[in-house]
């Protein structure tokens, strides 16, 4: 992959779970992976979440509408 990498991870490398032992995968940089982790930050102080506190990530289906993901 030509261009500048960035580590994603899941879990998350900000809850308990993340860290080691987490999958992880070099992945080209993109703007995406800014809005992700601002997206992530943004969660945790709207539902004012402390360290160690508990949380439950789903998977839906999404779509893709005009760059806008949706639950499909």
Do not use: H, W
């Not at 992880?24 to 402390?50: C, H, W």
């Amino acid at each position: 992959m030509g261009g500048p990498q960035s580590c994603d991870e899941y879990p998350f490398a900000s809850t308990q779970e993340g860290g080691i032992g987490a999958q992880t995968m070099a992945v080209p940089f993109r703007p995406e992976q800014i809005i992700q982790r601002n997206d992530l930050g943004s969660f945790y102080r709207a539902n004012k979440m402390g360290k160690g506190d508990p949380f439950l990530v789903t998977v839906i289906n999404v779509k893709v509408k005009y760059g806008i993901y949706s639950a499909g």
